[in-house]
């Protein structure tokens, strides 16, 4: 799967969604990777749930960041530091759609896979291994989207810790 599929633009029967903005440095992921923590909590995901999503999102952000961003924490002289934005959604289905939006029009790209010693070009295949879909969308003011829909399992009644 992959590419061009159908945009999760605006998730239909979201339950409820939560959005940050994050310089695109190096401490990005991480950041994102707590806020995704705190919103799975409030939304009562399941801890497996919210693992999957971390990972799909440090993905995310590492392409991110490595398409428009820098890894120090200031930008070039003179030049702004350029911002991601990470969108989560809960779907009715139940899914969680995680979005990261970045300033690069360039689009992701599965690798071949034919390098399997390769360090890089794994990301996107982890990322199709964790999600029901992925793909990507480019929005009307000059940016681009990544998205992943996850299989959302609410945490039991019993209260699974997080
Ligand atoms: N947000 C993005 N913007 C532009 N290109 C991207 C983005 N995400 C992924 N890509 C492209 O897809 C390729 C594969 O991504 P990935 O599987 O994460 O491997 P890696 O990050 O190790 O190169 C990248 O090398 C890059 O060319
Ligand atoms: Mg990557």
New binding site residues.
Partial sequence: MGGQVAAVREPTGAIDTNRMDLAAVGTAAKLARVFAKHTAKKWQLSTDTCEKAEFVIS?LC???I??TGTIEAVGPRDEPVQTITLRLALLKTPSLVVEVE?A?L??????DGSEELAE??????LVEALSKRWGFYHTTDGR?V?WAEIDAIRANSSGEER
């Fill in positions: 993905e590492g392409n991110a490595k398409a970045d690069d360039d689009t992701p790209k599965l690798q890089n070009g794994r990301g996107l295949f681009k990544v």
